[in-house]
């Protein structure tokens, strides 16, 4: 555990080179105060998000209620995913192993089929066994249900995070002594389907109709968006500077907008339920944005990806942290803060 070889070693330099957890212990009071009782656990995942949020430094993009959580936790800049692809990053995230020590190297639905091997005793499992109720909203991807079991899956509206977001009151407003975990993955800003104004998919073929970034599904058409005119967006070095690019780039900064929604309802029904408090939020994306030269491959934007973290005890709010990170890196700091050493 990383945790133990911290306390072994007692470097905080190469306790920084190997993962979040310490913002966990670094800016809390203390260690015995991080593990005194445990506490909640909020994990938020984004599906194909680069780092394009106000609290990175994006003057355009709409995202009110992350650059909040920023400026309530810390920022990091240099956080990385395993795999610039969804199941196989997904199965890292919750497992806390690469791909080639939990066996799923690619997707999990469709003809892929590839699946965690049966053995590997993931996030959700090793919560549960350490005292917490487990409950997932949203999109799932990895495999198998039973591999990567939660004691409650909730409602997951296809593009709807707002509505999704709210289907969650319930299961953290229930009267338990014990802890929860909410794993909450929206499938913005994902790319949607080449979909005209009249609701027709335009076939491949047809290459002058842009991706719509699910804005057009039934489930967007009943929130209130936040559109983009393509010439304000910032189209980045990786990508060339064409009205196509804007135009997708545009339909990208709307999905990420209608994203920050619903992440800014949960953290709203934290704080309507007295739990926010008490609850260790972490956002992050499986990957980078899913353009040519990012997702997919393994250039900076295909695995770089946004990562905030608000730790319940942290003294220090706010600011930017530039330590290396990777996903690795999540399910042990999370297992750390929940007091779960084995």
């Known amino acids: 555990m990383i945790l133990r070889n911290f306390m072994k070693h007692g470097n905080l330099q190469n306790l920084f080179a190997v993962g979040i957890v310490v913002i966990i212990f670094v800016l809390s009071p203390s260690l015995a105060s991080a593990q005194k009782s445990k506490r909640n656990i909020v994990l938020l ?7 394009d ?15 909040a959580l920023a400026t ?37 639905h469709d ?10 005793k993931t996030l959700p499992v090793m919560l549960r066994e350490g005292g917490y ?57 994902h790319r949607g389907a080449r979909r005209r104004e009249d609701g027709t998919i335009a076939g491949l073929d047809d290459v002058n109709t842009p991706d719509d970034f699910g804005n057009l599904s039934e489930g967007a058409r009943n929130l209130e968006n936040i559109s983009y005119n393509p010439a304000d967006v910032i189209v ?25 929604k619903g992440f800014g309802k949960v953290i709203e029904l934290l704080k309507k339920a007295g739990k926010y408090d008490d609850t260790l939020i972490i956002y992050m994306s499986d ?5 040519p030269g ?23 709010r706010g600011g930017q942290n530039d330590a290396m990170i990777s996903w690795v890196d999540i399910t042990p700091t999370i297992l750390n803060f929940a007091g779960i050493t084995e």
């Open 45 to 51: 995942v984004s599906d194909d998000h680069s780092p």
């Open 53 to 67: 949020l106000g609290a990175y430094g994006n003057s355009v993009i709409q995202t009110p209620n992350l650059d």
């Open 72 to 108: 309530d936790g810390v920022t990091f800049t240099n956080a990385y995913a395993t795999t610039a692809s969804c199941s196989a990053s997904r199965s890292v995230i919750l497992s806390g192993l690469q791909n080639h020590r939990n066996g799923q190297y690619g997707h999990y």
């Open 111 to 120: 003809f892929h089929r590839f699946l965690t091997w049966d053995h590997i």
């Open 133 to 189: 109720r487990t409950a997932r909203a949203g999109k799932f991807h990895v495999g198998s249900e039973e591999t990567y079991s939660f004691d409650i899956i909730l409602p997951s509206p296809e593009r709807s995070s707002v509505i999704m977001a709210e289907g969650i009151s319930d299961f953290i407003n229930v009267k338990d002594e014990r802890p929860f975990f909410l794993y909450f993955a929206t499938n913005d800003p």
């Open 236 to 260: 980045p070095d990786f990508l060339p500077d064409t009205p196509m690019t804007r135009i997708e780039l545009a339909a990208y900064y709307q999905a990420v907008s209608r994203m920050d």
């Open 287 to 291: 990957h980078g944005i899913a353009f």
């Open 294 to 316: 990012a997702k997919t491959t393994t250039y900076d934007a295909g695995l770089n990806a946004p990562l905030i973290v608000r730790h319940p005890d942290s003294v220090k």
